[in-house]
């Protein structure tokens, strides 16, 4: 890029995944701080969320399903843990897996989560008609496609 004709700033495309990566980062810091009342991470939502629709779901397969190391969900496991919002359980068939359940605190802190979250969702959300919406939930989707295979 040697001279202005080639900057970006003016390009459709950039101009527009720039506002998208600005949204991005807006409802994440938000979202962050809605939490904070209730002492969880972004990343602690995450993994409660998926444990409460895959109960006994393993480590191993919980990493992959958050697109995280193991080493990320063995840091994070035990200060859920610790405050009693899950349990870690050897495999029936298989020591070496640990199945991971949500205790009945765990459920109650995801429902609060869930309530402060969907409310974020419905306030950002209500600037679209429900066309809108499913058009962008579809570009999201393909958007997410195309950077899983680059």
Same mark, same amino acid.
């Given at each position: 890029?040697?001279?202005? +004709?080639?900057?970006?700033?003016?390009?459709?495309?950039?101009?527009?995944?720039? $506002?998208?990566? =600005?949204?991005?980062?807006?409802?994440?810091?938000?979202?962050? !701080?809605?939490? +904070?009342?209730?002492?969880?991470? *972004?990343?602690?939502? @995450?993994?409660?969320?998926?444990?409460?629709? #895959?109960?006994?779901?393993?480590? #191993?397969?919980? $990493?992959? !399903?958050?697109?995280?190391?193991?080493?990320?969900?063995?840091?994070? *496991?035990?200060?859920?843990?610790?405050?009693?919002?899950?349990? =870690?359980?050897? @495999?029936? !068939? @298989? !020591?070496?897996? &640990? =199945?991971?359940? *949500?205790?009945?605190?765990? %459920?109650?802190?995801?429902?609060?989560? *869930? #309530?402060?979250?969907?409310?974020?969702?419905?306030?950002?959300?209500?600037?679209?008609?429900?066309? %809108?919406? @499913?058009?962008?939930? $579809? &570009?999201?989707?393909?958007?997410? %496609?195309?950077?899983?295979?680059?």
């Amino acid at each position: 890029m040697n001279n202005k +004709q080639d900057l970006p700033w003016d390009n459709p495309r950039f101009r527009n995944w720039i $506002a998208l990566v =600005r949204a991005e980062k807006a409802v994440v810091a938000a979202l962050s !701080k809605a939490l +904070q009342p209730l002492d969880l991470k *972004l990343a602690q939502l @995450d993994m409660l969320m998926n444990l409460y629709r #895959h109960p006994g779901m393993s480590q #191993h397969d919980l $990493a992959r !399903k958050l697109l995280v190391g193991r080493s990320n969900i063995t840091m994070l *496991l035990p200060q859920l843990e610790k405050r009693g919002l899950l349990t =870690r359980e050897n @495999d029936a !068939k @298989d !020591k070496r897996i &640990m =199945r991971l359940t *949500l205790t009945g605190n765990g %459920e109650e802190l995801l429902m609060e989560a *869930l #309530h402060i979250y969907n409310g974020l969702i419905e306030t950002v959300m209500a600037q679209t008609s429900p066309s %809108e919406c @499913d058009r962008m939930g $579809a &570009m999201m989707t393909r958007i997410s %496609e195309v950077m899983k295979n680059t």
